[in-house]
């Protein structure tokens, strides 16, 4: 812990909300890879970390998907969990009392299928002074627009931001889907409805066939996959929404290690979160801390932001771009 | 950091205790059960498996119990392919030379790697996990069936009971006599009863066929195999008993992740829910499990 | 070989052309990962391959991308190679000449930024007859609509699909972009448009961060990533589109084995297509054929059609679903 | 399958006699490039890197020429992390024990692997690739200059070169003496002359500062090193030169993918192009090359 004491890794992940969202470190665990926090507690040291996300907290309680539920995929993993959780009333009963005796920040995942169900979750959070701010999961299916992923479109992403922003005064952190086809644009949306944050990726829709079984291995057929092998893909979506917009971006995808957390505070986040990583190796988020500051000391470096953002060249330029080029399509 | 402290001093004053800080320390004793184990031996049995013993810290011995799991990983360093831990139970404990046997089955690229280790090398344990099989005070004789690898924390169990001086009947099966556990594993003091598919040795059919025999002498019934297993002890066994009696605690098997509760992914659908088996399991009682 | 008889591998692409595509075996060497053809030739017997898709061709010569423009990534790689080719003109003076002495039925795929010049690039293709069939690469920036990629949009895709449909009769297969949002109906829209074969999927767009150079390690900034890592997106793209549409679907992405082919196939591919893993695996391809009809053989098939799409449900029933649900979003 | 008869009829009438069917016998004996070697020996060499000695088939060893380079899977066999092949160029090629050396430095995930093999182990090989250095029939002087592991290519060119007669300077540099080719691995025709950054051994500095007074003698020049070594070997030999003589022939680095001219990955800018250095190259001609 000396180690992480010499340059300054705290940020701000709300500045303009007066509920501010100051982490000490940008090590923040991943919505549904550290349960409620307790699960890991006895394994890590949880006060040490910037912050963690709960599971997804849905409007009901959700008895989750049949088995199986995850599989393994080439340097990743796919789950298909089904956001089991005891749904919003029951959640606030028991996690938010737990989690007033620690001292690390915690963040609560919400998703819903209307606009309408995360506003009212969103009020109902904004009265527990143990959460420390929502993160908005737009990665779920809008029924009201016939399923169209809410985090798809620009429109819809700002629709259920502005509703969220309405109803809480909390830092809100919007995390944006990987299946919209122009995810800066979306960033620019929700920023513009009101997010004090950013935070990207989710999973990406995969699916894997028992070829022995001749049915996909996941009941639910479909899984988000995780893991090292969407890093390419999370890293470089993380560069285009820090060039787009203004607010702080919280990058995650296949973080294993301190290169991996650097290449994302590189192209421009200024937190990180890590989720399957954590499932591999329940050391790396505490070992991150410590690496990034003995890092961050050898190269001579007395604070995180001055990494922030120094390998992208428009890096909160939010200038306009056009929708693609040959460049930006890695061709 | 002014506004970090600000910001905290609502939580500061009310710190939680139960929440201990994990120490490196913890780490190198195993106290945070994430440690590293090194490769004592490494030993074929059972046809294609092997029995492989790694050492562990005492004090992962010490608060080790029959039926509990290390989630181990299976990987080349430097390669996140298979990326993965595996879940495997403690085949026996050796609190003498402070180390665990691992019953191994090379089956897809995880268990082929783990087979493959060689003794010095160190692989990455997280344990130990789960529940565990619970004996009751009132049990003096138990019995044990096993199909395969399954018969790995069975193996712990039946340590400790001849230990304790219950008495214990040991149901194997397998295809062949070659994936026979050799009686030499067991306690003399534990009744050791064979089946195999071919006849080769023993009871000429399933394990679950010798079973009925057993029932009304056990006070307890422990099981550890595949799910179809789990089907027929379910259907043999039902008729035999009274009020329920004798209880059946199975091990179930599931793919994992974290190995801790926190994805949610092993879950066993039970009378009570969506239950994680890799924290209320992988042990359940039969009767509430949904199979 | 003499395995390789037992079943019928052969398959139609176009079964509604009469310039038809039937291909002995449903294995295609992909774009951009086979050159030409004749960089593989003597090291692979090509004349086995089902058939193989040429390097992107564009209206006129490209130089392609300043170095670096490969880069690997976990269970993957990312390219930029920037579509160096000659042009259109220079390569039909110098390769369907070579190709005419072949038996291997060769496919060109081709790139632009412009509806006009796909349509150019057909009606000159239209008339080689060593041309087996075109694949259409939408993965492009379309910039009369401010460079929107054609592939993410299913009015953009039909309109570039029915262009070339107008500019030649020969088998055309159009390569979907994974970077559509909902590519079910970016299939759906271009079958309509015309389509004979619909493949997928092409790269999804990366990028790596070289942490001592403090820039992205590609010129490029931006890549293509492809191999083992993406082939669960791969797979379920394929199930969905599979499932979307009548016509035959061509399925890649991390192909590296016959494990892998399977699951394309019972997903609901015809044919598959092998790219990173030529590079890692020059044999595989010829392997596939083999190792197809051997597994085939043994478990009691007689052809290959009867295992295409028997892990997929909705398998051609082109019925109309959600746009999402909980379940294809893999929650 | 008539269809495909008929759609093929055209071109069955006109097969391609220059397209032979590679036949798996071809890929045993190497004729397809593509096959497996045997690890013979792991030594150490200058410094933490290693000479990784593999069987090869005479078919490949008898069409090998010096600056070729083979293709090697640096991967465990059911792990797709790292995926690539690496290219390694050949050191040394042993026709009496059908054998190739290859002089690997440690220095990623790839390198590392391919340094920790045990003799007996497979390795898949895909080779010989790649253009080569071609010594002029009118040259006798052959002037050698190698940076690090970029004297491997040097080596086998030198060995050839003795033992046509020809005179060689063979000039290397290192950081310190002991990353420095140990002079037994050079014939004693060869003249072998060393610099190193601390001056423990040879001159204080870099090669390319004693380069200067062989250049005149030389009839050809050949390098193989870092980019860097390039621009300082071309501002060192430019002023020395008269009309472009002695020629200079670089072997290039890059990143690769396919190592078959089909991916285009792997080009150098040249006054010529765009040109792929695994087909092409990775032998140029220093003139052409544009750094
Ligand atoms: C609590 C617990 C205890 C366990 N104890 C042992 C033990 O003592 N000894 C032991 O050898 N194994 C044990 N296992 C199984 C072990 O965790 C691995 O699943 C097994 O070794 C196969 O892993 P693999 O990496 O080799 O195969 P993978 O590559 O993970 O799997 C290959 C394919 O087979 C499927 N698969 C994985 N495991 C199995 C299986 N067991 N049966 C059928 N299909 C499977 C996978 O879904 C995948 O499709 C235990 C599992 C659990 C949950
Ligand atoms: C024609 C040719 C011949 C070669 N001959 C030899 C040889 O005889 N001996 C030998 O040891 N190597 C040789 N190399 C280099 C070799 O192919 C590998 O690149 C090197 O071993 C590093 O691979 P790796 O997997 O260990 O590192 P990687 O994991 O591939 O690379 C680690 C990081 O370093 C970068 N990198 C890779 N290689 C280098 C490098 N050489 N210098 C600086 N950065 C690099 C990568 O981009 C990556 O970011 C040759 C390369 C070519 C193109
Ligand atoms: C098992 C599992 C469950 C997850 N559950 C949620 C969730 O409830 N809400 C959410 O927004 N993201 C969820 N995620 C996505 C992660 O938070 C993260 O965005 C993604 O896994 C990429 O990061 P990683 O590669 O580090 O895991 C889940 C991921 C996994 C693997
Ligand atoms: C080096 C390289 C170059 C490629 N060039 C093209 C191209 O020119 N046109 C195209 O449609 N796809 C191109 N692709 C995409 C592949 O054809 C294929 O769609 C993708 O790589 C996924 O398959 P794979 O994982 O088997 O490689 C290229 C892929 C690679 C790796
Ligand atoms: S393995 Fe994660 S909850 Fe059990
Ligand atoms: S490595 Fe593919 S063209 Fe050279």
Request: with cysteine; charged share 20%.
């Amino acid at each position: 812990m000396s180690t992480a004491a010499t340059p300054d890794l705290s940020v701000d992940l709300a500045p303009d909300n007066s509920r501010e969202l100051r982490l000490r470190n940008p090590v923040i665990a991943a919505s549904g890879c550290f349960g409620y926090g307790e699960e890991y507690s006895g394994i890590i040291d949880i006060n040490r970390l910037g912050a963690f996300v709960s599971k997804g907290i849905t409007p009901e309680r959700r008895a989750g998907n049949p088995m199986p539920r995850i599989v393994e995929s080439p340097a990743g993993m796919l789950n298909a969990i089904g956001l089991q959780n005891p749904g919003i009333h029951g959640f606030v009963k028991k996690y938010p009392p737990m989690w007033a005796r620690w001292t690390v920040p915690a963040i609560v995942n919400i998703s819903a299928e209307l606009v309408s169900d995360y506003a009212m979750m969103a009020a109902i959070l904004d009265e527990q002074p143990a959460v420390a701010a929502i993160e908005l999961n737009v990665s779920c299916p809008n029924i009201a627009r016939g399923g169209y992923c809410f985090g798809w479109d620009p429109l819809m992403s700002a629709e259920v931001t502005r509703a969220v922003r309405a109803a809480t005064t909390l830092p809100l952190i919007v995390k944006l889907s990987p299946g919209a086809p122009n995810i800066a644009s979306v960033a620019v949306a929700v920023e513009e409805a009101g997010a004090d944050a950013i935070s990207l990726i989710n999973t990406l829709v995969g699916m894997a066939i028992d070829v022995r079984a001749r049915k996909p291995l996941l009941a639910n057929h479909t899984g988000g996959v995780s893991g090292p092998a969407i890093k390419p893909i999370a890293v470089r979506m993380v560069y285009q929404v820090a060039a787009a917009v203004r607010v702080p971006v919280i990058g995650m995808g296949g973080i294993m290690g301190l290169n991996d957390a650097l290449e994302f505070f590189l192209a421009g986040a200024s937190a990180i979160q890590v989720g399957t990583g954590i499932f591999v190796d329940p050391g790396l988020p505490i070992r991150l801390i410590d690496d990034l500051a003995r890092w961050l000391d050898g190269e001579g470096f007395s604070s995180l932001d001055q990494i922030v953002g120094i390998a992208n060249d428009g890096f909160r330029s939010g200038q306009e771009r056009p929708l693609a080029t040959w460049e930006s399509l890695g061709v | 950091m002014a506004g970090l402290v600000a910001r905290n001093a609502r939580w500061e004053g009310q710190k939680d205790y139960r929440l201990l800080p994990v120490t490196p320390s913890m780490e190198s004793t195993g106290a945070s059960r994430e440690f590293e184990s090194q490769v004592l031996s490494v030993e074929p049995i059972m046809g294609d498996a092997v029995l492989l013993t790694v050492s562990a810290p005492a004090a992962v011995l010490s608060r080790l119990k029959p039926g509990q799991f290390f989630n181990i990983v299976t990987r080349f360093p430097g390669s996140w392919d298979p990326l993965l831990r595996r879940p495997y139970s403690v085949y026996r404990s050796h609190h003498d030379t402070s180390a665990l046997t691992f019953l191994v089955r090379p089956f897809g690229r995880g268990s082929a790697w783990l087979s493959e280790r060689l003794p010095g090398e160190q692989i990455g344990m997280l344990g130990p996990l789960g529940n565990s099989f619970t004996v009751s005070n009132r049990a003096q004789r138990l019995l044990m069936i096993g199909g395969g690898v399954g018969v790995a924390p069975l193996v712990m169990l039946s340590d400790e009971a001849a230990t304790n001086g219950l008495d214990v009947v040991f149901i194997m099966g397998a295809a062949t006599e070659d994936g026979l556990l050799a009686a030499s594993e067991l306690s003399n003091r534990i009744e050791y009863v064979v089946a195999t598919d071919d006849g080769s040795r023993g009871h000429r059919g399933l394990a679950t066929e010798v079973l009925g025999d057993y029932v009304q002498w056990a006070d307890q019934i422990f099981a550890c195999g595949p799910e179809p297993m789990y089907r027929t002890l379910r259907a043999v066994v039902e008729p035999l008993r009274i009020n329920r009696k004798p209880g059946i605690q199975v091990s179930m098997e599931r793919g994992m992740a974290c190995g801790l509760g926190a994805c949610l992914g092993c879950v066993v659908e039970t009378t009570r829910g969506m239950i994680a088996s890799c924290v209320q399991g992988p042990v359940f009682d039969l009767d509430e499990v949904i199979l």
